[in-house]
Structure formats: structure tokens, C-alpha cells
């Protein structure tokens, strides 16, 4: 706790810039996304690794993970996809006496050191890039499986075309978990709302809930997106 806490006193003096696991000198080509850029609008045309991708829009994705997981109650079978935004629900889930699905290595091994999470890592292919795994193999460990409420995220997010991804693979796997769930909620922070990546995970029909930041960061079309969503009846919550 205390080197978190020297971090995050670095971070906030724009020292240093917050990856997953620790800090990274800040440079001339290092870009912080805040509230009035772009943030992640890079990511929907590059694989990013997933230490590049952690650094990004911490503060919102720390904002909405709190308020996600506060859903989340002893005794759920929850399933969590590799994105670093339920990478960061982790830290709120660690008291609690769940089960959580999942096909990241990095949300597993946040649960290593806890005796009441069960974990349940799903086999198949390692996608490096995201310490993620992928394939058709998951599918006959999760028809086991019933998974009471799924948490996913993903690099952008419309009405027109719901929750994208940049990969293939990737939208397979959060479609996987999706058929195998009773409640879908989303974790989208603002940069993402209103953006379409090349292939679907979910549409508003699969979707119980979404989270997001706050409203004050958000332009008229990414209102008017979030609108539509509750238009066809599903619910908005704003964690900030």
C-alpha cells in the first residue's frame, strides 16, 4: 500500500504515468488522456498490450469498476472478461465469497491470494497481447457453468452497433460469456461512447446495464447514445 500510494503521488505530479503493476518514466511522446481528449481513440485501430492499455483513463475506469462492484453479492457466479476496466474491479471483489469465470490470466491472479474467491480460468489459446484466452475449447467448460451476472468492456461502444471490439477472437470470447449469463452489464468509460470498432460483442438487447463516468465529460452524441440505450430499456448509471 504504501508504494501504491508513492505512485499514485508520482502520477498525480505527472512524474510518471500508471501501467498494470506498476509506473513508467513519462516522455515527450507520452500522451495522458483526460477528460476533454480523446483518450483510447488510438486503440481501435492497434492490438495494444494490455500494460499499455492499463495506463489509460485510470481514474474513470477506477470510478466505474467501484460502482459495478457493488452489484456484485456473496454467493455469485460472476464472470469477468480480460478488459482493463474489470481488471480493475478486482481490488473491490477480494472480501467477498463469489466465484469468477474468466479468461484472463490478469483477473485470476489478482484472486490468487484470496481464500474465499473461487476462480474458474477458462482454457484455450493464450492471446499475448491481452494475457487472455481465446478459442472454441471455453465453450464446453462453460456449458457447465451458470454464471449469475457478466462484466465486460471493450474498446468502443454505439447504439448502432452496441459493444465492438478490434479483434475478432476477443468479441468471441465476450459472446461466449454472454450466452452463458442471466444479467450482462458494460463498463464503458466516456472515451469509448459513441466510437465502433470492426467486430460485435453485444447489442442493447443483450445488455442489462451501463456503466459509465460522468455526464460533465460527455458531448451531445455521446448523450444522445446513452439516450437511445435507455430509450430501449436499459439502464444508465454514472459512477462520478
Known amino acids: 500500500m504504501t508504494i501504491h500510494r508513492d505512485l499514485r503521488e508520482l502520477a498525480e505530479n505527472g512524474e510518471v504515468s500508471r501501467v498494470y503493476g506498476g509506473a513508467k518514466a513519462i516522455t515527450r511522446q507520452d500522451a495522458a488522456p483526460g477528460p476533454s481528449t480523446d483518450g483510447g481513440a488510438a486503440l481501435l485501430h492497434m492490438d495494444v498490450p494490455i500494460e499499455e492499455r492499463f495506463e489509460y483513463s485510470i481514474e474513470f475506469k477506477q470510478s466505474i469498476a467501484a460502482k459495478a462492484a457493488e452489484l456484485v453479492e456473496d454467493g455469485d457466479v460472476i464472470a469477468m472478461d480480460p478488459s482493463t ?51 472454441t475449447q471455453m465453450n464446453e467448460m ?31 470470447v465476450k459472446r461466449n460469456l454472454i450466452a452463458s449469463s442471466k444479467n450482462v452489464y458494460v463498463l464503458v468509460d466516456h472515451t469509448k461512447i459513441g466510437r465502433e470498432a470492426s467486430y460485435v ?40
Open 142 to 172: 462453460l456449458d457447465w457453468i451458470v454464471i449469475s451476472k457478466c462484466f465486460l468492456s471493450s474498446h468502443a461502444f454505439s447504439f448502432e452497433c452496441g459493444l465492438t471490439d478490434f479483434t475478432m477472437d476477443e468479441s468471441q
Open 85 to 135: 476496466t474489470t481488471l480493475h474491479m478486482c481490488s473491490y471483489l477480494k472480501d467477498k465469497n463469489i466465484s469468477v469465470v474468466t479468461p484472463s490470466l490478469s483477473v485470476a491472479l489478482q484472486f490468487s491470494n484470496t481464500k474465499n474467491v473461487q476462480v474458474i480460468l477458462l482454457g484455450g489459446n493464450l492471446r499475448k497481447s491481452s494475457l487472455s484466452v481465446v478459442g
Open 201 to 240: 460483442a453485444c447489442n442493447y438487447r443483450n445488455i442489462d446495464t451501463v456503466f459509465t463516468d460522468s455526464e460533465k465529460y460527455m458531448d451531445e452524441r455521446q448523450m444522445e447514445c446513452l439516450k437511445k440505450y435507455e430509450e430501449a430499456g436499459v439502464k444508465v448509471v454514472f459512477s462520478m
